[in-house]
Nanobody
Framework: QVQLVESGGDLVQAGGSLRLSCAAS??????MGWYRQAPGKQRELVAS???????NFADSVKGRFTISRDNAKNTVYLQMNSLKPEDTAVYYCNAKRREMESGWYTTKDYWGQGTQVTVSS
């Protein structure tokens, strides 16, 4: 059973930095990343990274956030700099893996429980 354990969420002032970490049990994840959900809003992709190192970022975080992963440790990191109050949300780790199910390969999504990031103005 895959489990994702997140850490690093905190209360920080605007302009500050935080680093989120997510360690996954298991291996072979095609992509890992971070989503966030603010109160009253839908969950949105923040950043993702493939096993080959290709990255994708939401426009709102480009130039401020970086994502990296340690494939040997099945861990993904999100470095968040120049934080803004609008970055306040619960951040969820996500891992995707191709798995055989009923004779067919499908992409399965795994989620962490979320870590709170609060940016004060």
């Amino acid at each position: 059973q895959v489990q994702l354990v997140e850490s690093g969420g905190d209360l920080v002032q605007a302009g500050g930095s935080l680093r989120l970490s997510c360690a996954a049990s298991g291996s072979g994840f095609n992509a890992m990343g971070w989503y966030r959900q603010a109160p009253g809003k839908q969950r949105e992709l923040v950043a993702s990274i493939t096993s080959g190192g290709s990255t994708n970022f939401a426009d709102s975080v480009k130039g401020r956030f970086t994502i990296s992963r340690d494939n040997a440790k099945n861990t993904v990191y999100l470095q968040m700099n120049s934080l803004k109050p609008e970055d306040t949300a619960v951040y969820y780790c996500n891992a995707k893996r191709r798995e055989m199910e009923s004779g067919w390969y499908t992409t399965k999504d795994y989620w962490g429980q979320g870590t709170q990031v609060t940016v004060s103005s």
